[in-house]
């Protein structure tokens, strides 16, 4: 078993070492030609992007530590199959999978394998047939989710995360609608982000999908009241009814984390966690 566990560190260390030149090559690529980046800017693009890539590796090989999947069966055509579902046989019959309850780990001296307790599959001389890192992705996408909770006549409000960054949102009352100038919140839903240099808000993160146009200019910024919004999203430190404070604080903190990542890798998705009853609530 020490075999293999140093085996599994050695196929981690040949993925990140890939990645990492995959990530550079393309990178340079992409700024070739562009005199007026100088190349300290460039450099330091290239190693925030290193940065993240081997930090999404670092968080395939902790999956094995911090996410136990279950065990193994063979199906009807001598397979060996990991299913995180499967902890008896009773569970292949529950599921309708055809086959034979293995356990945990097994070794299969006629077919020449191993399986362990990760959902790893290895050879008699210990090389990696599968993964069970095979069937993770790890995303470059990183999401800032608002999460609605209370609405009033007046507003809306929730609560928000992106990457390790909290806080809350004001928008305007609901219901949702599509229709533009109607002064009223937009929908549920995933949204492309872009960057926003206008006259009255620049550097500031803006929405768009299927349903809302880019030309909307609808606009994470900051703000304390629904007086200072017409359908854009309000954000803060603090609230209270039909308000948000430390708004201009918390936009900084914002446009910190977004500076350090590709502004095309980040989606917003708002989802509405109203109350099925109660005050206030509208809908």
Known sequence: ????????????????????????????????????????????????????????????????????????????????????RVRSQQDLETYGLEGAYVGESFSDFNAAQIGDSEGNLFSMDGSLITSFLDGVEISNITYFDIYRDTQTSNSTTGTFTFAELTGFTLERPGPDTTTPNMRLRIPAGTYNVYLHYGSAYKNVLKLSN????????????????????????????SRRTDFVGGSVKKLNEIRAVFSDLEVGNIKVRIHNNFPRRGIPFLD
């Not at 190349?39 to 670092?58: C, D, T």
């Open 210 to 237: 299927k349903q809302v146009s880019a030309s909307r200019s609808i606009l994470i910024h900051n703000g304390n009241y629904p007086k200072n919004t017409d359908g854009c999203i309000l954000v803060g430190s």
């Open 1 to 84: 078993m020490r075999r293999i566990e140093l085996l599994k560190q050695k196929h981690d260390l040949k993925k990140a070492l890939r990645k990492v030149r995959h990530t550079s090559k393309s990178l340079s690529n992409s700024f070739y030609g562009e005199s007026e980046m100088s190349e300290r800017k460039i450099g330091n693009k290239i190693k925030s992007a290193v940065r993240r890539n081997l930090k999404n590796i670092a968080s395939q090989a902790s999956l094995r530590s911090t996410f136990k999947p279950n065990d193994w069966y063979k199906d009807t055509e001598g397979n060996y199959i990991f299913d995180s």
